[in-house]
């Protein structure tokens, strides 16, 4: 018994080979990226280190009208409470600028605590001034760029307006 093996060749198996549609990577409705909220972490820093921003930290005084002991205690513990905001603030600070050893994960969770507290002090109307963008020197040289381009464009003007006519005879 033979088999006849001829037929056995023409067999053709077609395979139909699909392409996954993209997956949405980002899977979640985040309204910032991460280096959305690390660049509006360092706009924030920077406005208040040059001084564009004044952040009116909690007082004593507002410290202890939210403790009602204050009033039976007569060492109040609100002193210490607005020195230890702004000592965390601080050392959140010195976290995000590396000038503070942390690991990535410290330093991550410092941007988001910045970030938060960036929220609550604007919530809170406790920011005077305007966060600059760090974006202002290249804005700063674009605009001399336009305004050297634009008076060259003027002297070519007035030296085309005001030239000499040639008269014809």
Known sequence: ME??????????????IRKKKEENTDKTA??????????????FVSSWIRGDI????PTAAELSKKNPLAVAFPTDPSV????????????????????KPATPQE??????????????????NRIEGKIISNDIEKRVAALEEKTQTTAKLVEQITAFLFKEKKETA
């Open 30 to 43: 985040a309204l910032f990226s991460h280096s959305d909220i690390k660049r509006f972490v360092t706009e």
């Open 80 to 99: 210490k409470e607005e020195l230890k905001i702004k000592e965390h603030y601080i050392d959140l600070l010195s976290i995000c600028a590396g000038i």
């Open 3 to 16: 088999k006849d093996t001829s037929g056995d060749d023409k067999k053709v198996i077609k395979v139909k």
């Open 107 to 124: 330093q991550e969770k410092a941007i988001t605590d910045v970030f938060k507290i960036l929220l609550m002090f604007r919530s809170a």
């Open 54 to 57: 004044t952040i009116r930290f």
